[in-house]
Each structure stands twice: as C-alpha cells, then as structure tokens.
C-alpha cells in the first residue's frame, strides 16, 4: 500500500481502505467488498489485506471465484463436497478475487451461495468484483440467487468502490509514448 497512487482513482474512500487494510472489520466479522472495473487496485488492495491479516496471525486464504468454484465442483461426493465447504467456512479470512468476470450457471451460484452462508455473521469475507450489485444478475442464473447472495453479503459489509481509469491502461500508454519518444531520439541521432 505504502506504493498505491491515492491520486490516481476519480473516486477512492481512502480512510475506509486504510481501515480495512489495519483489519478493523476482522473482530465484528463484517465483509469487504471491493468494486472497481479492471486495473484500479482491487487485487492489490485485497492482496494487503491478506498480507496484514497474516501478520496479526490469522488464518488466511486468498483465491479466484474461478478456483474457488473448480475445487469445489472436482468434489466427487455430497460428503466430500461438504467438508470442503466445511473448509472453507472454517478459514479465518477468505478472500475471493475476480467475482463477475465470468458468468454462473446454477450449481456454481449454488455453490458460491453455500460458502457466503456458511460464513455469514460468522467469519469475514472480502470480495473483489469488477461489477456493481444492481448488475451481479447478469452472471447469475437468476435474480433471486444474486440478490440472496448480495443481501448475506452486504449485510455487514464495508463496500468500498473506486472509479477511475485502469492503472494498467495508463502505464501501457505511458510506456508507449516513451518508446516512440526513444525511437524519435534514436532517429535523430542517425540523420546527423
């Protein structure tokens, strides 16, 4: 964090982040969820969190809603299948990058639904999306699946969005314009 540009996001609730990040929701078990399109530093901002909370000694896993749903599907039994949630409702502070970047069909929705309960005023999540929740319908099969999942979710909940331009975008164009700069020089150079 100590590297982040605060000036860089149009809209960014810098106390609120900093808060998150000393884990001040940890003891209440309240959510984070991170909102931003691409390349504003939800990851990085979620990747700090984990990096304090295992600091402070929690237990800490950070993965995809990609990952998180593959593992859960590849069990081969109800059993296994609830002691992986089992799991995962168990781990101190989880963290789930990347929600709305791929759509669900049900029974990933009815997965993802299982963690969050499971967890719900129990231990804390932080979440990363590139959506806003009036659009979480689109990725899940139905409206009554997102707005169960978003109400679990939101109901203690510090939701922090940042808007902007992708920082990844800028330092692309940046470095383009430093390329043909050096290839102008260089052509100059060779005239004379």
Known sequence: MADFDWNWPTKIERPLVESVVRLDFLESARNVVLVA????????????IAHQAILA???????????????????ESARALDRRLRYYAKIGLLIIDRIGFLAFDNRNADLLFQVVSRRYEKKSLVLTTNLAFRDWPT?????????ALIDRVVHHADVIPI????????EAEQSAKDRRAKKKKSEVHTET
């Open 37 to 48: 399109p691409q390349g504003l530093g939800k990851t990085m901002i979620a990747q700090n």
């Open 57 to 75: 000694g929690h237990g800490v896993l950070f993965l995809s809603a990609a990952q998180l749903l593959l593992d859960l599907a590849a069990q």
């Open 139 to 147: 990725i899940f099969p139905n409206a009554t699946c997102a707005t």
């Open 163 to 170: 808007e902007g331009e992708s920082w990844r975008a800028r």
